[in-house]
């Protein structure tokens, strides 16, 4: 079983629908994290959350709503989502401490909002 | 200043070819460092993490220049299955929650 797991893989939706993007780690890791990746962009950070809780909210529009439940799962609910919304949405893990601790990502989600 | 810079490329090299990649950063207080592998529609993947004594892994060499604020990635005996792109990762402020990833630099290694 791979380190960290996305589901779905790719998701199409309309700006009126709502959706969840779920991740799942099994590295015994205390920290999971939302990036975006948009083309031509670095990678953006949008959440973290460390022991469940949520440590980092990097100004992400409301229409973003993480949840963590516990440490080995994380979700990202979507709703009335815009184009510009469109790109990969990478979930990572890591130790969460010592800070050097590098991230482990999923394979990610491919969202298309249409 | 962006706060991690890297040279977009790409960087074509033929099979055999030694390159080597560089990445600025802006905080002078970073505390890691890290080269990250993407291959096209995938996740990132750790590469190697960059130690201030510089360290290599097989082909792979990473060295940081704390007094210049970079870090390099040299590649010898390029293969093809090196193609992708390689980010540079930064830890600007001390804490796991901010690596500031870099752009990424693509490397397409031909025959």
């Known amino acids: 079983e791979t380190g960290v797991t996305q589901t779905p893989r790719h998701l199409v939706m309309g700006m009126t629908n709502k959706k969840s993007l779920k991740c799942e780690q099994h590295l015994g890791h205390n920290a999971m994290y939302w990036y975006k990746q948009s083309a031509k962009k670095p990678l953006e950070l949008m959440f973290v959350?460390?022991?469940?809780?949520?440590?980092e909210n990097n100004s992400v529009p409301s229409r973003f709503s993480p949840e963590c439940p516990n440490s080995s799962h994380l979700f990202l609910h979507l709703h009335t989502l815009q184009p510009e919304d469109s790109a990969l949405y990478l979930c990572?893990?890591?130790?969460?401490?010592?800070?050097?601790?590098?991230?482990?990502f999923g394979n990610g989600t491919r969202l298309t909002v249409t | 200043r962006k706060e991690v810079e890297q040279d977009p490329g790409p960087f074509n090299v033929p099979e055999g070819a030694t390159v080597a990649f560089n990445c600025t950063y802006s905080n002078s207080a970073s505390q890691s460092f890290f080269w990250y592998r993407q291959d096209c529609r995938k996740e990132p993947k750790l590469l190697m993490s960059v130690y201030s004594s510089g360290n290599e892994d097989g082909r792979f060499t990473a060295q940081l220049n704390r007094a210049s604020q970079y870090i390099s990635l040299l590649i010898r005996d390029s293969k093809l299955s090196d193609s992708a792109t390689y980010l540079c990762?930064?830890?600007?402020?001390?804490?796991?929650?901010?690596?500031?990833f870099g752009t990424g630099t693509r490397l397409q290694v031909t025959l």
């Open positions: 959350y460390n022991f469940k809780e949520q440590t």
């Open positions: 990572a893990s890591s130790q969460g401490t010592p800070d050097n601790s590098p991230l482990h």
């Open positions: 990762v930064v830890n600007m402020y001390g804490t796991a929650s901010k690596l500031t």
